[in-house]
T-cell receptor, first 114, second 114 residues
Framework: GNSVTQMEGPVTLSEEAFLTINCTYT??????LFWYVQYPGEGLQLLLK?????DKGSNKGFEATYRKETTSFHLEKGSVQVSDSAVYFC?????????????FGQGTTLQVKP | KAGVTQTPRYLIKTRGQQVTLSCSPI?????VSWYQQTPGQGLQFLFE???????NKGNFPGRFSGRQFSNSRSEMNVSTLELGDSALYLC?????????????FGPGTRLTVL
């Protein structure tokens, strides 16, 4: 079945540093790919998505490109802020395209220090 | 539109008891999925309901059950609680007619089993 592997954290950065969180996946076909973010004490929020190969998802300064050649969907941000401190999850559908099941990576905790 | 709502937000139960959690999806969304989040296992899919029918099921024991009502609201029940059931339970909804599998999450119910 589909699976996703995320780089382990925690990641600690200074404000305005460059962020990369690696995510690689195994899937049948070319499913949509997602990054979710979880702030302390909250549920998950969709950060960005890409629905086909070579798509670039972007939101709030974060970007990720769907790379089918390397089966990767790395999350990047050019200049992080303290408010970006959260847990980030890479995810993809658990089966066919029409399913409510998502498979999540183990999550990467990001701490940004002023 | 109002987001996904979950009640209660916090619960404390003792071993052997049962618990029922409630989820109201975004208006118009017919699919509701449930996830368990723990520090050790991460985010794990429990089940999905669509139009009052269970369509997908994760690898959890039969003590975990759910249902969906005609207004798409969903409940999950855990019987004979164990210490290991302590977790954040997240509900997510989506418009299953869409093709991108994007899930919208509620804030979760934090269950503590003593």
């Amino acid at each position: 079945g589909n699976s996703v592997t995320q780089m382990e954290g925690p990641v600690t950065l200074s404000e305005e540093a460059f962020l990369t969180i690696n995510c690689t996946y195994t899937a049948t076909g070319y499913p949509s790919l997602f990054w979710y973010v979880q702030y302390p004490g909250e549920g998950l929020q969709l950060l960005l998505k890409a629905t086909k190969a070579d798509d670039k998802g972007s939101n709030k300064g974060f970007e990720a490109t769907y790379r089918k050649e390397t089966t990767s969907f790395h999350l990047e941000k050019g200049s992080v802020q303290v408010s970006d401190s959260a847990v980030y999850f890479c995810a993809l559908p658990g089966g066919s395209s029409n399913t409510g099941k998502l498979i999540f990576g183990q999550g990467t905790t990001l701490q940004v220090k002023p | 539109k109002a987001g996904v709502t979950q009640t209660p937000r916090y619960l404390i139960k003792t071993r052997g008891q049962q618990v029922t959690l409630s989820c109201s999806p975004i208006s118009g969304h017919r699919s509701v999925s449930w996830y368990q989040q723990t520090p050790g296992q991460g985010l794990q899919f429990l089940f999905e309901y669509f139009s009052e029918t269970q369509r997908n099921k994760g690898n959890f024991p039969g003590r975990f059950s759910g249902r969906q009502f005609s207004n798409s609201r969903s409940e999950m029940n855990v019987s004979t609680l164990e210490l290991g059931d302590s977790a954040l339970y997240l509900c997510a909804s989506n418009d299953r007619d869409g093709i991108y599998n994007e899930q919208f999450f509620g804030p979760g119910t934090r269950l503590t089993v003593l």
